[in-house]
């Protein structure tokens, strides 16, 4: 950065920042917030995913999770942003930020755990809970020749009644 009366500030500028922070004619007043804003960033893409804040599939829509970026504030205020640290959007609204080196080892560690989770034991509970449900609910809706005799027709129409409110169950984290 060159001032207006001609001094010069330079400093080390990564092969990763996608962004270059030169800038001339910067008054001297004004330096130190220059000096403040400079940014090294880099992204990372994250996959896209189907997400909804309602409760149907309907409202959802494509979004990126887990993107980010590294960042390096080498002047910020805060003296743990002048290293390089990761910055992870966790979801449209959410992130994780300021991760040196062993904070993102330990969020990827809980991903990796989560995933295999996810593969290991909830994908095979969740064929085997549609496997048993197919086996005991068959997909045809019902019909007279299949009701138990004697059961009248208005009995075979009629729709369950529904509970007065909402049913919750306790131990899902949004009571759902």
Not at 57 to 76: H, K, L, M, T
Not at 104 to 118: C, E, G
Request: hydrophobic fraction near 35%; aromatic fraction near 4%; proline fraction near 11%.
């Amino acid at each position: 950065m060159t001032t207006t009366v001609g001094a010069v500030m330079s400093g080390y500028l990564p092969d990763w920042a996608e962004d270059d922070p030169s800038e001339a004619g910067v008054p001297l007043d004004l330096l130190p917030v220059r000096l403040g804003g400079i940014n090294h960033r880099t992204f990372f893409e994250g996959p896209l995913m189907h997400l909804t804040a309602t409760n149907s599939r309907d409202d959802a829509e494509e979004d990126v999770i887990f993107a980010g970026s590294i960042d390096c504030n080498p002047y910020d205020t805060d003296t743990r942003l002048r290293k390089p640290v990761v910055n992870i959007q966790a979801s449209p609204h959410h992130w994780i930020l300021g991760l040196d080196p062993g904070e993102l080892a330990d969020v990827a560690s809980k991903l990796r755990a989560q995933a295999d989770l996810l593969r290991d034991e909830v994908l095979p509970a969740l064929i085997a809970a549609r496997e048993d449900w197919s086996a005991h609910h068959p997909e045809q809706p019902l019909t007279t020749s299949a009701l138990p005799p004697g059961l009248a027709q208005a009995e075979a129409t009629a729709r369950p009644s529904l509970p007065p409110h909402p049913v919750r169950h306790t131990d899902h984290p949004e009571g759902r």
